[in-house]
């Protein structure tokens, strides 16, 4: 019987993480994301934010929480505006090596923090429909997909349809460099990344 419950907990699993290496330097980024403007996300923000250009009309950023009230007014959960294309920047390189993987023109990446002591309650990111998401600073908080469970990660193929939540940051403010993919599914990207030996 409990052999039965871990493979089913597995397959929930692989439906919504898909952890992967590959060389990455944390110190660059982390430097790279102090130099990028970022805003609060939400709901009163994301109009203002596209009217303004801090994200653009055409860029998707959108979010589906179940909290609306927490989702309207809080402030410890921001995004960065477009980041520089610097050829010589981390952010840069990984944006090219993986829209080479996946075949695609564009992965919206960009930086994403949540302050010490604050919790990104549960969402949908939206028509994003999966990211790989790189953990620069603040490893000690996991993931949580609800209904299946917590998952700690530094590089991963995150599942951004299934309801996702990250509990109170500790220590530090954590810092995401995110690469958002929006031409398919998880199990799309997944099966692109393995077959690239990811």
């Not at 919504?16 to 980024?29: A, G, P, S, T």
């Not at 921001?78 to 980041?83: A, G, T, V, Y």
């Amino acid at each position: 019987m409990s052999t039965i419950i871990d493979d089913r907990l597995n397959d929930l699993k692989d439906s919504v993480i898909y952890h992967f290496k590959i060389n990455h330097d944390k110190d660059k980024l982390l430097k790279e994301s102090r130099v990028a403007r970022y805003n609060a996300i939400n709901e009163k923000n994301l109009d203002r934010y596209k009217r303004l250009g801090f994200i653009e009309k055409n860029d998707g950023v959108t979010y589906d929480v179940e909290d609306k009230e927490w989702f309207n007014t809080q402030k410890d959960w921001k995004i960065s505006s477009k980041i520089n294309d610097d050829p010589n920047s981390e952010t840069e390189r990984l944006h090219n090596v993986f829209k080479e993987v996946l075949e695609v023109d564009n992965l919206g990446p960009r930086f994403l923090t949540q302050k010490e002591g604050a919790d990104v309650h549960y969402h949908i990111d939206g028509e994003t429909l999966c990211a790989i998401n790189f953990l620069v600073r603040g490893d000690q908080t996991p993931i949580s997909f609800k209904d299946i469970g917590y998952f700690y990660y530094d590089v991963a193929l995150i599942n951004t349809n299934h309801s996702h939540s990250v509990p109170k940051q500790v220590d530090e403010d954590r810092v995401l460099f995110k690469l958002r993919i929006k031409q398919m599914t998880f199990k799309e990207a997944k099966e692109r990344l393995i077959a690239k030996n990811f």
